[in-house]
DNA sequence: AGAAGATATTGGTCAGACCTATATATATTA
DNA sequence: TAATATATATAGGTCTGACCAATATCTTCT
């Protein structure tokens, strides 16, 4: 690789991998490469910024820990540019709460600290056209009311919209890692009514939104969040105690 | 590489990198690999657990990328473990700051939503040893005063104990994280008077904990964190509007 | 003793081969 | 005709082995 353009960064990177990853990091920040878009192939891509496939293979996982980049296989597979805010900050997150030294516990706790504040700040800031957004978020929601795996999406992406809006894009990027952190301590969980009463919840706040009645809606999202905290508490508790049955050691 | 030990995370991951890294990542969690140790050279490693060199590499970068590990060149040079929770989330963060998308308002804003809770966390939880370790990192300060590079480190180095002593891994990943992310959006900010001024609120709050004097120390710590704040403002500020008569365009 | 240079160690990069999952098209069969 | 195999091409995943480059340490020369 002789040059990629610029230098970065005041004094250049080390790495040629890390150089490549800023410097495809930065357009992509900078709208020169679209969300949802895909990248050359691999092969293709190395051969225009000058470096080996190795190089290039490395900058990609740099940019996929990071969440600004999905890799699938195949033919229509390739590099896909996603949005960084909808990403996880790294699969190793996941690891830790895995390994219980992050505990349902640990993530309410700091949710409970800094989602209502997310919350408030999105309130105040948000446009007609958030609003809406969040609307049309649920409006499909009636004819899947009986597709728990939808609704639990919608449920999840609300938070992230919420968060979005708010402004902050480290409010974006943290609330993002606790909700991945928590699907993993949760270990998935799924449950319809459960994800039904979210739902309701969802809607009930996008509406006190609509009003700007803030204390309401803070009133009304602490409670999302606390109902939310004991049905997993209680399901993740009775999953451990069954645990012995089963036989995977680990 | 035919089988890593055991399979992770329920299903297996994809990637041989991603088994590897989290295998790595497993073992220092479960202090298994110490940290401060030198793992192997990269093409032992990579025989070791049965891989091609490139897969460790890539496995490396993302451990490398989570703050598990750094990695050196040369003789004594190699592969260094390190403290999770000392390290920053991402190279790519930093490049996210100087792009312009993390201001400074945005840093202290969340710092200010959710440090005075690691603080009340901390007062609460602090048994004897804590708050003699706080005490032990400023016992050498006077007589390095005038250095204020050996005071910012404390200075930052406090923040990350207290995180710490919260009890709550994801407090002690975020703190970490803003903290780099500040000191990157800062241009690493370095003053005398500023670290000296610093140094005398932490130790007035070192005491305050001492006491379990919870309000106090959490006005005392909202005065920190708000002078941190007013004072790199101002210098950013200066320095943005100087910025012109600087040649590099990036 | 001190400076200059040789050497060994370890990560960094490269090139090219081959493996594997998967979407799509084609052929086969019920 | 419609459902189901089967072939094929695409794009990532892995492997090998060579060579480059930074750096700590030892050696040699002044």
């Known amino acids: 690789m002789h040059m990629l353009g610029q230098s970065f960064n005041r004094f250049e990177a080390k790495r040629y991998s890390e150089q490549v990853a800023q410097m495809i990091q930065s357009k992509i920040i900078k709208d020169e490469i679209k969300i949802g878009s895909r990248l050359p192939t691999e092969r293709q891509l190395a051969d225009d910024l000058k470096v080996s496939r190795s190089v290039l293979r490395e900058a990609l996982r740099l940019l996929e820990a990071s969440g600004y980049i999905d890799v699938k296989k195949g033919p229509k597979g390739g590099i896909f540019v996603n949005n960084v805010f909808h990403k996880p900050i790294s699969v190793l997150w996941k690891n830790l709460a895995d390994n219980g030294h992050i505990t349902i516990d640990h993530i309410f706790d700091v949710r409970m600290q800094f989602e209502p504040y997310v919350m408030m700040e999105a309130t105040k800031n948000a446009t007609e056209k958030d609003i809406q957004r969040l609307r049309d978020l649920y409006v499909d929601v009636d004819a899947h009311f009986d597709d728990p795996v939808y609704l639990k999406n919608r449920n999840f992406e609300f938070h992230v919209i919420l968060a979005g809006i708010s402004g902050n894009p480290i409010l ?70 069954h645990k012995q049955s089963k036989g995977g050691e680990r």
Not at 200 to 222: C, D, G, N, P, S
């Open 172 to 241: 974006s990027t943290f609330t993002k890692a606790l909700l991945e952190i928590l699907a993993e301590a949760a270990h998935n969980f799924l449950d319809l009514p459960f994800e039904q009463e979210l739902s309701r919840i969802h809607r009930e706040i996008i509406e006190l939104m609509a009003q700007r009645k803030l204390t309401a809606v803070k009133k009304m999202f602490k409670h999302d969040i606390l109902f939310l905290k004991n049905t997993l508490k209680k399901t993740v508790e009775r999953d451990e105690t």
